[in-house]
């Protein structure tokens, strides 16, 4: 949650794009594959690309974006989208999200979570020269024939309201959006698709001479962090919606494209030059858009902090924090305040009634105090399907006109699980807020008599180091380490 996004409620809002290269735009007639981008692609664009910024914590500066601008330029030019590295923007977006994606128009992007997963600058190129082949082929301007749709959900009442309407495609979508707050969702291409953009990535690889088997360890690497994710946080489904899990069958696809790498030229990994440039990237949460910790979310520059419930986990995104667990979902965003407290819970039941096409939720509003804070909160009742849920929006008033505010959903009776978390909202101290620091990325030399084990012990966690170092490292579950050789580990910044 990003202290430049103060937002109030809003409906989901229709963009023609999406993730993994899904530049869906307009109809009519497309290019065929490979054809250099038309000036109609480009403005469209331009006029998207704001908005992913804005979506996915703005692109960094400095040396780090520097560097994926010039391999990222280097990837799409193979595509034949243009002749000019200088006609493709790539930009490295401040998100803890892993993922990775392309626009029509020649636009480029990679989040600095994914980056810190990749091994060398081949596997960079990979991901990026699979997303480019979406455009190039124009996967989803076709996609969009066929009547599918992206959509971005703006709100948690935007998530809500599949439940609320009982509808199986939005209902589906609330574990998946939950987990990835308001990110861009995409639907998955089709299998032929996946493999056309495999084979082009794969070709752009080869072509750039880079070792083609990349884009089968990078998918690799990404399964196992999806699997790690689910396991850490107590889920049976490592489903994540990231770039691997996306897209159909990632460990096929680990298999396919290395058998697609066989035979091929090119073996350019570029490792020791990749993990230079990726020193001290910021791992996991900016403290400025808050930070997860275990089961605690704090925001030390908009100075509060709360507590999610036994068994529930946290995923921070740029507008909002979501809470995620078998017994319900639930969103903390912040607004600016507009009216009484009161009357600010009854607008977001109004919201949610109206998304909920007529189904009328009817909560009674009551006033409290929570850690010192004014705060309004109201339950109300929906049917979803055969059954009943209910929704609760808690909000408080934290001063400066800005209202923070929960929306929950659970099964009918079921509202009091998310109560300690309402009570646990909190303001923060300046010194409580001086002493959250990013972790970042160490780039350190294996000395003679270290192992898998010591090295671990200075990741920057509590829990999981061990299987943490080894994800990060791609190393198997019993290989071990070669003095010389450079590994990541995971930091506390200053």
């Known amino acids: 949650m990003s202290r430049r996004k103060i937002l109030a409620f809003a409906s989901p809002v229709a963009l023609a794009f999406g993730l993994a290269g899904c530049a869906a735009v307009g109809g009519g007639n497309i290019p065929s594959p490979n054809t250099p981008i038309t000036q109609n692609e480009a403005q469209q664009g331009r006029e998207y690309h704001s908005q992913i910024l804005q979506e996915f914590g703005g692109a960094m500066q400095g040396n780090t974006a520097t560097y994926v601008r010039g391999v990222g330029q280097k990837i799409a030019v193979q595509s034949g989208l243009a002749n000019s590295e200088g006609a493709f923007t790539v930009s490295l977006l401040n998100s803890s999200v892993n993922n990775a994606f ?10 600095r ?9 081949a596997e960079l190129a990979a991901v990026l020269g699979h997303e480019v082949g979406h455009v190039a082929a124009r996967h989803a301007q076709r996609r969009q024939q066929t009547q599918q749709q992206n959509t971005l959900l703006g709100a948690a009442g935007a998530i809500l309201s599949g439940i609320l309407l009982g509808d199986s ?8 959006a939950a987990l990835q707050g308001s990110q861009l969702l995409t639907l998955s291409f089709s299998r032929s698709q996946e493999e056309e953009a495999d084979v082009l990535g794969v070709n752009y690889l080869e072509s750039a001479g880079y070792d083609p088997r990349a884009m089968s360890t990078v998918l690799a690497s990404l399964a196992q962090q999806s699997s790690l994710d689910a396991q850490l946080q107590g889920r049976d489904n490592a489903s994540l919606p990231e770039w691997a899990s996306t897209h159909p069958d990632p460990a096929g696809r680990v298999r396919d494209t290395a058998a697609l790498a066989q035979g091929r030229t090119g073996n350019v990994l570029n490792r020791e030059v990749f993990l230079r440039n990726i020193d001290g990237l910021t791992y996991g949460d900016d403290p400025e858009q808050g930070v997860v910790e275990g089961r605690q979310f704090i925001h030390p520059d908009l100075r509060f902090a709360f507590t999610a419930p036994q068994g529930f986990y946290l995923v921070n995104g ?13 969103e903390l965003r912040v607004a600016q305040s507009s009216g009484s407290l009161s009357q600010f819970v009854s607008s977001a039941f109004q919201s949610l009634s109206g998304q909920g096409q007529g189904q009328a939720i009817r909560p009674q509003i009551q006033t ?14 929906a049917t979803s399907g055969n059954s009943q849920v209910d929704v609760v929006v808690f909000a408080y008033d934290m001063g400066g006109n800005q209202t923070y505010y929960y929306q929950a959903i659970t099964p009918a009776g079921r509202s009091g699980v998310f109560t300690p ?10 010194s409580e807020a001086a002493q959250v620091v990013p972790r970042v990325i160490d780039i350190v030399t294996v000395q003679p008599g270290d192992t898998v084990a010591s090295l671990s012990r200075r990741m920057a966690y509590d829990n999981g ?8 490292n791609s190393l198997g579950s019993n290989e071990g380490l070669r003095a010389g050789e450079q590994v990541k580990l995971v930091v506390r910044g200053r």
């Open 465 to 472: 180091q061990e299987a943490r170092f080894r994800v990060l």
């Open 318 to 330: 740029t507008q909002q924090v979501t809470i995620n667990g078998q017994s319900g979902q639930a």
């Open 421 to 430: 978390m309402f009570e646990s909202f909190r303001r923060i101290s300046a």
């Open 368 to 381: 409290t105090t929570v850690n010192g804070l004014p705060a309004a909160y109201g339950i109300g009742r």
């Open 102 to 111: 392309a626009t029509t128009g020649g636009y480029v992007y990679t989040t």
């Open 169 to 176: 495609q939005l209902g589906s979508t609330l574990g998946r």
């Open 113 to 121: 979570q994914l980056v810190t997963l990749m091994d060398n600058e």
